[in-house]
C-alpha cells in the first residue's frame, strides 16, 4: 500500500511545530506541578494554624458544654467567631455524635452523617488526607484535646484548583497562539528557503518541455542569479543545473553544426555525382546505339553481343544509382526546407492524375478512386504532393499479390484533408512497421517484393508530408492496410512563402 507523498514544507514544519509543542506541553507540565506543590505546602502550613487554633476553641468550649449538660457541637464551637470561607470543623466527644460544619460565603453548612463517614473514613490511620465532599475538596487533618475529644480541621482547596485551573487556561491559550505564530513564521522561512528550489524545479520543467528533438535548439532558460547563491545549499542546486544546461545547450549545437554539415555533404555529394552518372548513362546509351548499329551490319558477332550485355548492365546500375542520388538529393533538401515550391492545388484533381498514372504499371491489380466532387484546395507543391501519392500507390502495387484491391480516397476533416491508401492485401509485418518511414528501411517480409529497391520511397514520402505541415500513419491487418496522409487545408495568404514564378519539379520516379 503507497501512501501519498508529503511535501518538504509540510515535513519541515510538522517536525518543527511537533518539536516545540512538546516542548511547551513538557514545560506547562512541569510548572503546573511545581505550582500545584507549592500551593498544597501553603495550604498544609495555613491547615496546621488553623487545627491548633479550632482545637484549643474546642478544649475552651468543653467545660461550658460540659456545665450546661449539652453535647458540644461544631457550630457551637464557631459561633461567635471569625472564621475564613472553606473551613471546616467536625467535633466528636467521648460517648456523643459528631457533628461537623463547613463555612461558606453564604454562612455555615452542617455535614450530613454520608459526610462525617467520608471524613472519618478518610483520616483512618493518616493524620493529613485529602477529602472529596459534596461541596468540593478539602485538606484535612485530624488533633485530639486533652480530654479525648475529637477534632478534625479542614481548608477548601478551591483555591488551588482554581489557581491550577486559570494557569492551564493561560498555558494553553499562549501555547495555541504561540504554535500559530510559529506555524506562520515557519511556513514564511521554509517558503523563502526553499524558493530558490522553486526556481530550480519550474526552469527544469520549461526546459523539459522544449521540443528537443526538432531542427535548431538552444535552451535559452537557466536559474536566475539571484537564485542561485553558492553560499546556500539549494542556490548551488541551481548554479549545477545551469552548468548542466549549458554544457547540454552547448552540445546540441555541436550536434546541430555537424548534422548541417552533413546535410550540406549529403546534398553536396548528391549534386556532384549527378554529372559523373549522367555521363555514364549518356555514353552507355550512345555505345549501346552503335553496338546495336554494328551488330545490324555483322550478324550474329558473340563479341558484339558481350558488349551489348555488359553495356545494359553498366546503364541498368547508372540508372539506379541516379535514382538513389536524386532520393538523396531530395531528403537532404526537404531536411534544409528549401525544396518546395508553393502554390494553390487542387488536390481532388491531383489524385486522379496519379491514381491515372498508377493503373498502366498494375494492371492485375484493381484500383478504386473515391473522391469528392467539389475541388479540395490547399497550398502546396503539386509536384512533391504527386510524388507522395504515386509512391504510396506504387508502394501498394509492388507489396501486394495480383487480385489485391486497392482504394485511393480522399475526405475533409475540420480544415484538413485526408488522403488515404488502402489495400487488402497480406499486410505489414508488426517487426518493420515502426521502422517503415526510416531511410533505407527494408525487411519487408509479409509482402513479396517483386523489385528491389533503395529503401527510400516512404521516407520521402513522410519528409515531403511533414514539409507541408501535415502527418502520415500506417495501420495494417492482413486484408486491411491504410497509409493516412493528413494536411492542412490552409488559405493561400497564409501559406509558407513561395516563388510563383518557379515551377514545380516533377515527380521522381514512384517508392523503391
Same mark, same amino acid.
Do not use: C, W
Given at each position: ?8 514544507? &509540510? ?13 511547551? +506541553?513538557?514545560?506547562?507540565v512541569?510548572?503546573?506541578? #511545581?505550582?500545584?506543590? &507549592?500551593?498544597?505546602?501553603? !495550604? ?11 482545637? =484549643?476553641? $474546642? ?27 472553606g473551613l ?23 455535614? #450530613? ?18 477529602v ?10 485530624i488533633?485530639q ?38 506555524? @506562520?513564521?515557519? *511556513? @514564511? ?12 524545479? *519550474?526552469?527544469? #520543467? ?14 535559452? /532558460? ?6 542561485a547563491?553558492?553560499?546556500?545549499e ?8 545551469n ?5 547540454v545547450?552547448?552540445s ?6 555537424? /548534422?548541417?554539415?552533413m546535410?550540406?555533404? +549529403? ?11 549522367a ?24 563479341? @558484339?553481343?558481350?558488349?551489348?550485355? &555488359? ?15 536524386e ?12 525544396? %518546395?515550391?508553393? =502554390? ?20 492485375e491489380?484493381?484500383w ?7 475541388? $479540395?484546395?490547399?497550398?502546396?507543391d503539386?509536384?512533391? !504532393?504527386?510524388? $507522395?501519392?504515386?509512391?504510396?500507390l ?6 501486394t ?19 488515404? $491508401? ?8 508488426? /517487426?518493420?512497421?515502426?521502422? @517503415? ?11 513479396a ?6 529503401? %527510400?520511397?516512404?521516407?520521402?514520402? =513522410? ?23 493528413? !494536411? ?14 518557379a515551377?514545380?519539379?516533377?515527380p ?5
Open positions: 500500500m503507497f501512501t501519498r507523498p508529503v511535501s518538504l514544507q &509540510a515535513r519541515l514544519m510538522a517536525a518543527v511545530i511537533g518539536f516545540v509543542s512538546l516542548i511547551l +506541553v513538557v514545560v506547562a512541569i510548572t503546573s506541578a #511545581t505550582l500545584g506543590g &507549592a500551593l498544597e505546602q501553603r !495550604l498544609q502550613e495555613q491547615l496546621s494554624g488553623y487545627s491548633a487554633a479550632t482545637t =484549643k476553641l $474546642v478544649a475552651n468550649a468543653e467545660p461550658l458544654s460540659s456545665l450546661n449538660g449539652t453535647p458540644l457541637t461544631a457550630e457551637r464551637v464557631l459561633t461567635g467567631q471569625r472564621v475564613p470561607a471546616l470543623l467536625a467535633v466528636q466527644q467521648d460517648g456523643q455524635p459528631a457533628s461537623g460544619v463547613i463555612v461558606t460565603t453564604d454562612g455555615a453548612r452542617s455535614l #450530613t452523617s454520608g459526610e462525617l463517614f467520608e471524613l472519618t473514613d478518610s483520616l483512618r490511620g493518616a493524620s493529613v488526607a485529602q472529596s465532599l459534596s461541596a468540593g475538596s478539602y485538606l484535612a487533618t488533633s484535646t486533652h480530654d479525648g475529644t475529637i477534632v478534625v480541621t479542614g481548608l477548601s482547596r478551591s483555591e488551588i484548583q482554581r489557581t491550577l485551573g486559570d494557569l492551564f487556561t493561560v498555558i494553553a491559550l499562549a501555547t495555541l497562539g504561540g504554535l500559530l505564530l510559529l506555524a @506562520l513564521t515557519t *511556513a @514564511l522561512t521554509i517558503s523563502m528557503g526553499l524558493r530558490p528550489l522553486r526556481a530550480v524545479a *519550474a526552469t527544469a #520543467t520549461r526546459v523539459a518541455g522544449q521540443p528537443l528533438d526538432r531542427g535548431e535548439v538552444s535552451i535559452t /532558460e537557466r536559474v536566475p542569479e539571484y537564485e547563491d553558492p553560499r546556500t539549494v542556490g548551488r542546486v541551481g548554479i549545477a543545473l552548468t548542466l544546461l549549458d554544457h545547450d552547448t546540441l549545437a555541436a550536434r546541430q553544426r555537424n /548534422e548541417e554539415r546535410r550540406r555533404f +549529403v546534398a553536396d555529394a548528391s549534386h556532384e555525382l549527378r554529372t559523373p552518372l555521363s555514364i548513362r549518356g555514353y552507355s546509351e550512345l555505345s549501346l546505339r552503335a553496338i546495336r548499329q554494328a551488330q545490324d551490319a555483322v550478324d550474329g558477332a558473340q563479341t @558484339l553481343e558481350s558488349t551489348t550485355s &555488359a553495356l545494359e548492365r553498366i546503364q541498368a546500375q547508372s540508372l539506379r544509382m541516379t535514382r538513389l542520388v532520393d538523396l538529393l531530395l531528403l537532404a533538401r526537404l531536411d534544409e526546407g528549401r525544396e %518546395l515550391v508553393y =502554390k494553390d492545388i487542387d488536390l481532388t484533381r491531383l489524385a486522379v492524375e496519379a491514381l491515372t498514372d498508377a493503373q498502366p504499371t498494375g494492371q491489380h484493381s478504386e478512386l473515391e473522391v469528392p466532387e467539389e475541388p $479540395v484546395m490547399l497550398s502546396g503539386a509536384g512533391r !504532393l504527386h510524388q $507522395v501519392l504515386a509512391n504510396l506504387a508502394n501498394a502495387r509492388t507489396h499479390p495480383p487480385g489485391t484491391r486497392i482504394t485511393l480516397s480522399l475526405t475533409t476533416e475540420q480544415r484538413t484533408a485526408v488522403l488515404r $491508401v488502402h489495400d487488402d492485401g497480406p499486410g505489414i509485418d508488426s /517487426e518493420v512497421r515502426d521502422e @517503415l518511414f526510416a531511410r533505407f528501411a527494408r525487411g519487408d517480409v509479409s509482402r517484393r517483386q523489385t528491389g529497391g533503395t529503401g %527510400l520511397g516512404l521516407a520521402i514520402v =513522410k519528409a515531403i508530408v511533414e514539409g507541408h505541415g501535415g502527418t502520415i500513419e500506417v495501420d495494417s491487418t492482413p486484408g486491411d492496410t491504410t497509409f493516412t496522409v493528413r !494536411l492542412p487545408v490552409v488559405d493561400a495568404d497564409a501559406a509558407a512563402p513561395r516563388s510563383p514564378s515551377a514545380p519539379p516533377p521522381l520516379p514512384p517508392a523503391q
